[in-house]
């Protein structure tokens, strides 16, 4: 059986190891004491999904031919928190001049920066959703001292909002919105960003 990590092939020799639940509580050990874990699991380049787990696990290995497996580390994470600081940076100096560029016509510049809120905020949320899988490092991280899913929670119904605004072309809301209500938080998700990195 041969066994590919995040697309290499890995050279990996099996020992004891009888059936898939030997190999891959092996390699989970293995990532573990490189603060890594796996995503994803494919036999043969078919997916496996999460209920189809426990069905694996008594598969003999020579009944597979390739174990294909996806890591992601703390490190990758932390890559992942800092890409979406600098572009949260600068989509903030941006924000602030939204309803101008709405009232002076430059509406498609206006429309790339609150596609590329929208962008990051997705970006930003998938890692947060990796950050939960390493509890001991991001276990504790907070925006505006509340968990993240709390910080969202008060964000979302600004977002909705906003989008309203943006459907209405009410350019006043949409720079009140923008830069009362948005900015702030967009300015401590980088500060919890930073505070991640000190």
Do not use: W
Request: overall charge negative.
């Amino acid at each position: 059986m041969d066994i590919v990590i995040n697309g290499n092939k890995a050279d990996i020799t099996l020992d004891t190891e009888k059936n898939l639940g030997d190999v891959l509580s092996a390699l989970e050990t293995e990532f573990s004491a490189h603060n890594a874990t796996t995503i994803s699991i494919s036999l043969d380049d078919k997916q496996i999904l999460p209920e189809e787990f426990d069905n694996i696990l008594d598969k003999p290995i020579d009944s597979v031919k390739t174990l294909s497996l996806t890591t992601i580390s703390q490190e990758d994470v932390i890559s992942g928190f800092i890409a979406s600081s600098k572009d949260f940076k600068q989509i903030s100096s941006e924000l602030n001049n939204l309803a101008v560029m709405f009232q002076n016509g430059q509406d498609k510049t206006a429309i790339t920066v609150v596609k590329n809120l929208a962008d990051t905020i997705e970006y930003f949320c998938n890692i947060v959703t990796l950050a939960s899988l390493f509890p001991e490092k991001f276990g504790k991280i907070q925006v505006q001292n509340m968990p993240i899913s709390n910080f969202f929670g008060e964000l979302a119904p600004i977002l909705n909002d906003f989008e309203q605004a943006l459907q209405d072309s009410d350019s006043v809301l949409i720079g009140d919105l923008a830069e009362y209500e948005i900015n702030p938080r967009i300015t401590s998700i980088i500060d919890m960003i930073d505070s991640i990195n000190a």
